[in-house]
């Protein structure tokens, strides 16, 4: 029996890294620090050796290579999705299969900060890392996003509570407003809530941008706040040290997608003139911020890329997996670390039911329930090695506090290159 | 064994000057000409060639956190500037912001061989070491950023000089870095705040000290520790009409060693009205009598660009200016930094006074063995441009043809018009190649001395400008662009201008002895202010696979 | 058509919650998982108008599609809103459109709620 200390957990994007793992006989019986989703992810967590399946029946691992590797040669236009799971390092090895098929390449950032991306390439991303919240932060905004329950230790550990140089009392010295549709978990821990008519962010984050910059609105409310209210919030954010607001999927989702991104980039920007202000995306998955990160330094584009020309080209809503799937132009689809069937529109899953499926995932998720080839592989942190990044962009080293009984992603994926180079 | 026979060698670092000469290289280095019946000789024809060591940038923003996030914030960068996957090697997209591959090829097709990344924060060194794996055949170093780390600012700031020392050498070790770099020292911390700083003594908020002091520390500290590469300076206001007067301060007062980057954006003067034209006269009058003093140049190139820099306020400042996309990054305990892209239009008189500033620290050097040539890449202009500058300094017609192509209220206050000097290829040689490997410390690279890594280009001067600009800018003429050939570290990797094939470079870096007791003292105050564990904080060794240590002696 | 005492038209917005995270890791073809994701939150006011108690089951209907599901009751929801978790329940409902962005719309679509 060992007791691992300061492991990283890569459930969400804080990818906390003081966890400590006691550890008998190649499992985790004890978690220690971790939230309840973290202790989820390594509690149970079996490295057993798991065989292959081809269509639902196992199979040896060089049979499902060549099956997979045939599907992927003699795929007219194949799709590789998913990433936001496995290290940096298998990130990259993905990106270089695409481009030797020439695939569509998409990262879960496509449903989840992908509108924070094309935001952010329009109006720029004043952001920090999350020790200058601890540190300097006296005012956190967390907007359509729910960390209490998404990102567990968040208050705990990285904004609302800690205390830090500039920041000694802590909470006592912090001020956490809330704005949402409806009073959730987080909201309900808030010292301000603003309940936002749904729909409404962009307007309100315009109105506010307004406020910021002393004019005077014709309205008494809007999105479903009373203006006054707003006025008090943008003299709150004019008047702190250093403010922050959080955003998550209440912007990315809603109508208006990018645009509603877009209103909070620019309010942080203009709020730059009178104190100091950042942004920051709550980024979900684990190592979502490496496929972003892994995608913009091979690719040039942190998403939706296409490699059918050889080179890579950007194309959100045209080379995004949701859209490729739902026109039905995906012949072939090569999803890892994601599950896709649990979690697209219906009409996508629709379409994967009808195209070869290829699934590279520790778990036998409903993807891979429903794949043409499955590969039962390691998990990045827990009993594989690797790099990921976390939700501010610090990259840090996982390290494997079990040992492993099942090939990488990173295996797979390379014997999957050579397949494809000799099919 | 390779040997090239009968180019016209240039070889400053060992007094040769273009003669014929030939060049042995075997197991990856230089050797004596010797006779070796038992080997396999390959034999390169280089007669009415052109033979210089391989090339080195020893300033360019390429790899990691910030460059990553100006890849992702320029899209509209990589449309039109691709390179197609074949032959084994990778795909890559962009001009001002290469990808990773791409990057790397592209160097390596002009006659370069190794390339400094110029800041990389600590926090996020792992990031860059990511990247630099995807950049082949280069060798690289990194330069780790310094200026406002605040365990360093709060030991400076109680004195404890040797213990801040330790915390350098500790930062180096802890990074796999090569080198100190320091932007903007104590006024990225008090952008944090909303401030700046405007000159030496400026004090630094909340931490009690100034940024001539804390730089003071510093340069001790890296002389101190013997590193082959001096602080790596980015100095006050930069961009400010004006700023030639700290630059000249520090120069002056500067107690060791010191390397000023891109020191065209920090040579301004200005008039009466506050209006900005070239200090570069006034600055190379207190340069060239300094000569523990060294510069890269930073030259100004119309067209695109995107400033990266640490230098958080500056970024903002840029952003108020243009009205560009702006990115800011705060990195906890550490230091900050911005991106916004930008354009040097010919006809702006503030773009032409730059270039016009850069181009007299050049010609008004009197010590080419302390001035490198670089364009800050991407903030005064991308790498693949520099056989433009090559150019401008060798061909005075060229020159005076750009001259007459500036607004004439541009040259208030500049001598260029009377500079008539030309650059000699020796001279180049030196600027591109051999000066810069000697101010790093990179002993076995810039020349082609016996020992010498077995790293050359080869040009052949009936091809230069064959190979058209890739940014369209219609006044191009290049010089020592297109080589024949490019040998790295003994292998034949670029024919005729195009990369055959790639391999893994090496990353240089530097392991300083220091007092390993440092560690536990700064362990609470790390835990305190971090959001990592003081554990998971260094770059691990699975980064540094095939790194080389350069010894600090 | 829909005897309005009956039906409601309400906003959907589909999320995470700690019960659906946690059906994850035990598996989503388990039955905890699907527990957590078949299942739909509503204000108490639009349960009260439609005559609903907890753990009735209630149609929600989409232009995209329509799912039967048991529905709770959320205090901090406003009257017209109602909450999915994630998954493939709320997957039903949701459509191919994503606006030229990649993202479905997750949020925000139309729904008609009514008692079966």
């Known amino acids: ?423 | 064994m390779l040997i090239i026979k009968g180019g016209q060698v240039y070889d400053p670092a060992n007094g040769v000057n273009g003669e014929a000469k030939d060049i042995y290289i075997k197991d990856g280095k230089v050797i004596k000409a010797q006779k070796d019946e038992a080997c396999e000789v390959t034999v390169i024809d280089a007669r009415g060639m052109i033979v210089m060591p391989g090339g080195v940038d020893m300033h360019a923003h390429v790899a990691g956190s910030k460059v990553n996030t100006g890849r992702k914030l320029c899209p509209e960068d990589h449309y039109e500037h691709f390179r197609i996957a074949e032959k084994g090697l990778r795909s890559g997209a962009g001009s001002r912001v290469p990808t990773t591959f791409l990057t790397a090829y592209r160097y390596v097709e002009m006659g370069y061989t190794t390339v400094v990344e110029a800041a990389s924060a600590p926090l996020v060194t792992r990031h860059t070491h990511e990247e630099l794996q995807d950049m082949p055949v280069l060798d690289k170093a990194i330069l780790i950023t310094m200026g406002n780390n605040e365990i360093l600012m709060d030991m400076i700031s109680q004195g404890r000089f040797d213990e801040a020392r330790d915390v350098m050498a500790w930062l180096l070790n802890s990074t796999g870095g090569y080198g100190v770099k320091v932007v903007n020292p104590g006024g990225v911390e008090n952008w944090k705040w909303g401030g700046n700083v405007q000159s030496w003594d400026d004090e630094v908020k909340y931490f009690g000290l100034t940024s001539r002091k804390l730089l003071d520390a510093l340069v001790r500290s890296a002389d101190s520790l013997k590193l082959p590469h001096p602080v790596h300076l980015h100095g006050l206001n930069l961009g400010v009409p004006g700023n030639a007067e700290t630059t000249i301060e520090v120069i002056k007062d500067i107690q060791g060693r010191l390397h000023l980057c891109h020191l065209q954006f920090l040579s301004y003067a200005k008039d009466k009205k506050g209006r900005m034209h070239s200090g570069a006269s006034a600055v190379m009058e207190a340069f060239n009598k300094c000569s523990n003093v060294t510069m890269d140049v930073g030259q100004i190139v119309f067209g695109n660009a995107v400033t990266m820099t640490s230098d958080g306020p500056l970024e903002y400042r840029i952003q108020k200016m243009t009205g560009h996309k702006w990115c800011n990054d705060d990195v906890e305990c550490e230091t900050g930094g911005g991106i916004v892209p930008m354009e040097y239009k010919i006809k702006s008189v503030a773009s032409a006074v730059q270039w016009i500033t850069g181009m007299e620290l050049f010609l008004l050097a009197k010590d080419p063995w302390r001035v490198a040539l670089t364009t800050d890449h991407p903030n005064a202009g991308p790498f693949f441009c520099y056989p433009q500058v090559i150019r401008l300094l060798m061909d005075k017609d060229y020159r005076n043809h750009f001259i007459s192509l500036l607004p004439p209220k541009a040259f208030k206050g500049s001598v260029i018009k009377d500079l008539d000097r030309e650059y000699s290829l020796y001279e180049i040689a030196i600027i591109t190649r051999a000066a810069p490997a000697k101010i790093l410390g990179l002993r076995e690279k810039g020349h082609l001395g016996e020992g010498a890594d077995g790293d050359v280009a080869i040009y052949d001067p009936r091809k230069f400008g064959l190979r058209g600009c890739i940014c369209n800018f219609k006044d191009c003429r290049r010089a020592l662009d297109f080589p024949a050939w490019v040998i790295k570290g003994g292998d034949i990797v670029v024919k005729d201008g195009k990369l055959l094939k790639e391999f893994p470079g090496r990353v240089y870096r530097v392991a300083p002895d220091f007092d390993r007791s440092i560690e536990e003292k700064i362990r609470e105050d790390f835990e305190k202010y971090y959001t990592l564990s003081f554990e998971n904080y260094p770059v691990q060794e699975d980064y540094l696979k095939g790194s080389k240590e350069v010894a600090c002696i | 058509m829909s005897d309005e005492s009956f039906s409601v038209i309400c906003t959907l917005i589909t999320g995470r919650t700690l019960e659906q995270a946690k059906g994850m890791h035990g598996g989503k073809t388990e039955e905890e998982y699907k527990q957590a994701v078949d299942k739909a939150f509503l204000s108490p006011e639009v349960l009260d108008k439609l005559s609903l108690k907890e753990g009735d089951e209630a149609i929600f209907k989409t232009s995209y599609g329509q799912v039967r599901v048991r529905v709770y009751a959320d205090a901090g929801l406003p009257s017209d809103v109602v909450f999915v978790p994630m998954g493939p329940t709320a997957n039903a409902l949701v459509g191919s459109d994503t606006d030229g962005s990649g993202m479905p719309s997750f949020k925000g679509l139309q729904v008609e709620v009514s008692k079966p």
């Not at chain 1, 973290?38 to 099956?67: C, H, W």
């Not at chain 1, 950007?314 to 012949?331: Q, R």
Request: glycine share 8%; proline share 5%; aromatic share 6%.
């Open chain 1, 1 to 423: 029996m060992n007791v691992e200390r300061n492991v990283v957990c890569t459930f969400c994007g804080c990818l906390c890294d003081d966890i400590n793992l006691t550890i008998e006989d190649n499992r985790i019986v004890k978690v220690e620090k971790a939230c309840g989703n973290g202790r989820g992810l390594f509690e149970g967590y079996d490295p057993v050796p798991k065989r292959p399946k081809i269509m639902g029946t196992e199979a040896s691992y060089q049979e499902a290579v060549n099956e997979a590797s045939r599907i992927l040669k003699s795929a007219r236009y194949p799709l590789i999705y998913g990433l936001s799971s496995t290290s940096s390092e298998a990130q990259r090895m993905t990106v270089q299969l695409a481009e030797l098929i020439g695939a569509s390449i998409d990262s879960t950032s496509s449903v989840c900060h992908g509108p924070t991306g094309l935001a952010m390439q329009a109006v720029g991303e004043p952001t920090c890392t999350l020790g200058e919240i601890k540190n300097r932060a006296d005012l956190l905004i967390f907007w359509g996003c729910n960390p209490l329950v998404t990102h567990s230790r968040h208050f705990a550990r990285y904004s609302a509570m800690p205390k830090g140089r500039f920041v000694p009392e802590g909470r006592r010295d912090r001020k956490v407003i809330v704005v949402d549709v409806r009073r959730s978990e987080t909201a309900k821990s808030a010292d301000m809530f603003l309940q936002i008519k749904q729909g409404c962010d962009f307007e309100v984050l315009l109105a506010l941008k307004a406020l910021v910059m002393g004019r005077s609105l014709d309205a008494v409310e809007v999105g479903g706040i009373p203006v006054k209210l707003l006025q008090q919030l943008a003299g709150e954010m004019k008047a702190c040290r250093y403010g922050v607001i959080f955003f998550g999927m209440g912007l990315t989702m809603t109508k208006g997608r990018d645009l509603n991104v877009r209103g909070v980039l620019s309010l942080v920007r203009e709020l730059n003139d009178h104190t100091r202000f950042s942004a920051l995306p709550m980024r979900g998955h684990g190592n979502v911020t490496g496929a972003d990160q892994v995608m913009s330094w091979l690719c040039g584009y942190p998403f939706a890329v296409n490699y059918s020309r050889g080179y890579p080209r950007y194309g959100p809503g045209e080379f995004t997996a949701v859209d490729l799937l739902c026109s039905g132009e995906a012949d072939c689809m090569l999803v890892i670390a994601s599950d896709p069937a649990a979690h697209f529109p219906a009409p996508a899953v629709r379409h994967m039911e009808t195209i070869p499926v290829i699934a590279i995932d520790p778990m036998e998720s409903l993807t891979a329930a429903k794949a043409s080839v499955y590969f039962p592989t390691a998990m990045y942190g827990v009993d594989c090695e690797g790099t990921a990044y976390r939700m501010d962009g610090v990259a840090l080293r996982l390290k494997a506090p079990l040992k492993r009984q099942r090939p990488s992603d990173e295996e797979v994926l390379q014997a999957l290159i050579e397949g494809v180079k000799s099919c």
